[in-house]
Each structure stands twice: as structure tokens, then as C-alpha cells.
């Protein structure tokens, strides 16, 4: 996520490529009419996939749709899936409604260790055995997170402070100094315990992190905690049922070819 280029770019590299192949390929034409209404503004649903930034989304919306004005309502990190809201031209206003909206997410904790990312995009350390600690006692521990709560959020996190984000700092090996944000969790549910691993639902109010969820959860237990998956399922009244993955999207614009006898 640093300026060299996004988490995805990296991801891919590591894997043999360069660039994202499809970023590679000529951009398919789209009708001005749809170009246009794009312009007049409209809210796209996408199931954002795994090793994505929340930008890599919206470059790539851009892009395909030829218009400058586009923008996301909450981000989503590279190692989370699921609903991301994307607005276009006059709509990009109603980000901030969006944001605001009561969030869903569904996941997983791995408990008997911390990262110091809080998930899985650095490496576990500070093992701990978990094998003493009853299923009761994971499930009574969700009571303390459920209301009105003071959360820190993660060091490695794109808030800014005199206008750089806290990742930045922390990679600069810089001393920052984080005041507890207030969040409100409405549901904190346990959904089943394969230990280490314990699966969750959390329904709760915009700037919640729930990777500071897993990492207090496991102070709380006295084992530690990480994020090991995460899953938007839902933004105030929409699901991601109803979002489309970014591929389907772009097909849907593309102008048919008039030589080809099936269109």
C-alpha cells in the first residue's frame, strides 16, 4: 500500500507478473449514452476480492468507464472480501451517506498469537497455548465489546496524522501516539470455535476496525488474537448478494461487436 504501488501490484508481482494483466489489455469501448449516464451519477455494488485495495477497485472502475469522478464509501483492506459501494459523477455526494451506514462483517479470528497489523499481513508472533480456554469463556468475552465502546485503532492504518497516514509512520519506524476512537457495536456473535480458529459476525457503526476487535478480543482472553479472514456482508440496506464481481461489471459495459452473428 506504499507509493511504489498498490498491495495487489505487489501480490501479483510476487506471483510472476508484473502488472495485472487485465490493466494491461486495451480498454473495451463503452456507448457515450452510458458514459453519460454514468456522468448523471450511479451506485455500483462490487464484491471486491481478496489482495484488492479499495483504490485498486476504483482505478480500475475508472478506467473501464471513462470517467475521472469516482469514488468508494468505506474502505475495505487487501486482505478482506466482500460489499464495496461505488459511487460515479454527481452521485460521488453521497459518499458520505453511505459511509455513515451500519456495517456487517462475517470472519475469523485465529486465537493463541498476535501480528503487529492485527491481521495477517504481518507474521504472528507471541504464541500462547489456547487449549485451556472453554468455548464459554470466548463466547462470554463478546459481552464487554458490545455497545458503546472506546476502540484503538490499529497503528497500521490509513488514518493520517498532520496529514500522513499511521502506516506510513509505522513503516518509517516513527513514534505515534493513538487516542481511542468511539465505535458502537450493536451485535458481536460467535459462530463457531475450531480451535485456534474462532468465526464471528459483528454488526456495527462506521469506523469500527474489526482487526482492533480481533486483537483486543484476544487480550481480553489472555491468549492474543488476529484477524485471519474478513468479509463485508452488508452497508446499511445493502447486501452483498446484490453486488457483482468487478469482471461481470466491466463485460456488462462493453459495446457488442456487430460482426458477431450471436449479437
Known amino acids: 500500500m506504499g507509493k511504489k504501488g498498490s498491495y495487489f501490484a505487489n501480490y501479483k508481482k510476487s506471483l510472476g507478473e508484473d502488472k495485472d494483466t487485465a490493466e494491461r489489455k486495451r480498454p473495451e469501448p463503452i456507448s457515450n449514452e452510458l458514459k453519460e449516464s454514468f456522468e ?124 500522513v497516514a499511521l502506516y506510513e509512520l509505522a513503516r518509517r519506524g516513527k513514534d505515534v501516539e493513538l487516542e481511542p476512537r468511539p465505535v458502537f457495536i450493536k451485535e458481536f456473535e460467535i459462530t463457531s470455535v475450531q480451535m485456534p480458529i474462532v468465526t464471528f459476525k459483528v454488526v456495527c457503526s462506521t469506523g469500527t476496525y474489526i482487526r482492533s476487535l480481533a486483537h483486543d478480543f484476544g487480550q481480553a482472553l489472555g491468549c492474543g488474537a488476529y484477524l485471519s479472514a474478513l468479509r463485508r456482508t452488508r452497508i446499511g440496506e445493502y447486501n452483498v448478494t446484490d453486488a457483482t464481481s468487478i469482471e461481470t461489471f466491466i463485460v456488462s459495459l462493453q459495446i457488442p461487436d456487430k460482426n458477431d452473428p450471436e449479437n
Open 40 to 163: 448523471a451519477g450511479k451506485v455500483i455494488l462490487l464484491d471486491k476480492p481478496l489482495h484488492w485495495t479499495s483504490f485498486d477497485v476504483v482505478r480500475k472502475i475508472r478506467n473501464a468507464i471513462k470517467i475521472k469522478k469516482v469514488g468508494h464509501a468505506g474502505t475495505l483492506d487487501p486482505l478482506a472480501s466482500g460489499l464495496l459501494i461505488i459511487c460515479t459523477g454527481k452521485f460521488t455526494k453521497k459518499i458520505n451517506e453511505y459511509m455513515a451506514a451500519e456495517k456487517e462483517y462475517t470472519g475469523s479470528f485465529t486465537l493463541g498469537a498476535t501480528t503487529a497489523t492485527y491481521d495477517l499481513e504481518s507474521n504472528p508472533e507471541n504464541e500462547r497455548e489456547t487449549a485451556q480456554i472453554a468455548e464459554s469463556e470466548i463466547i462470554n468475552a463478546t459481552k464487554q465489546f458490545i455497545g458503546a465502546i472506546n476502540q484503538m485503532p490499529p497503528l497500521y492504518s490509513a488514518i493520517k496524522k498532520e496529514g
